[in-house]
């Protein structure tokens, strides 16, 4: 049990499809995170959430479009993706402290998603 | 130039063996550094975190050399449950963690 938890845990979906991974911890944090993992490559940060505000948006399609109604939510959009999208999605959760970047990340298990 | 840097290996050892992995990074005002393992098809957790006067913990030893920009790990008396892959990360204040491609160690018996 990590505190954080995403669902689905897979997904298949078609490039014309619209679906939305969700992400919910239970740690009391104050920022959310969304990364992508694709076979070869570092983890790619996506986008920052912190205190429910969007502060790093690192150049990402627009087909993900991502969402953070309260502090322990965070949702990511998907429209009209790429096959080249296919990819684990993490969500990961942290405890931001003004001053001090030495705070540990909690990671979801992960989306797995194929899109065809 | 990649942010953060590593051996992608695999690394291949026998039980028992010392290993060591090297990491590098480019920005200089990176202020807190991480190793983090990763096992298959699971996601990411932190193995320890790294301090300028070096950490251990148990068989890791963990060392960072500012000057240089590059982070350490060296895992003693090697088990096969620390097969696995290892990430380097390192953040700069308000910002989220960047991540290493990953070092691949596979122990065997």
């Known amino acids: 049990e990590t505190g954080v938890t995403q669902t689905p845990r897979h997904l298949v979906m078609g490039m014309t499809n619209k679906k939305s991974l969700k992400c919910e911890q239970h740690l009391g944090h104050n920022a959310m995170y969304w990364y992508k993992q694709s076979a070869k490559k570092p983890l790619e940060l996506m986008f920052v959430?912190?205190?429910?505000?969007?502060?790093e948006n690192n150049s990402v399609p627009s087909r993900f479009s991502p969402e953070c109604p309260n502090s322990s939510h965070l949702f990511l959009h998907l429209h009209t993706l790429q096959p080249e999208d296919s990819a684990l999605y993490l969500c990961?959760?942290?405890?931001?402290?003004?001053?001090?970047?030495?705070?540990?990340?909690?990671f979801g298990q992960g989306t797995r998603l194929t899109v065809v | 130039r990649k942010e953060v840097e590593q051996d992608p290996g695999p690394f291949n050892v026998p039980e028992g063996a010392t290993v060591a992995f090297n990491c590098t990074y480019s920005?200089?005002?990176?202020?807190?550094f991480f190793w983090y393992r990763q096992d298959c098809r699971k996601e990411p957790k932190l193995l320890m975190s790294v301090y300028s006067s070096g950490n251990e913990d148990g068989r890791f030893t963990a060392q960072l050399n500012r000057a240089s920009q590059y982070i350490s790990l060296l895992i003693r008396d090697s088990k096969l449950s620390d097969s696995a892959t290892y990430l380097c990360v390192v953040r700069q204040a308000g910002t989220a963690l960047i991540f290493g491609k990953g070092t691949t160690l596979s122990v065997s018996s």
């Open positions: 959430y912190s205190l429910e505000e969007r502060v």
């Open positions: 990961a959760s942290s405890q931001e402290i003004t001053g001090t970047s030495d705070t540990e990340a909690f």
């Open positions: 920005n200089s005002a990176s202020q807190s």
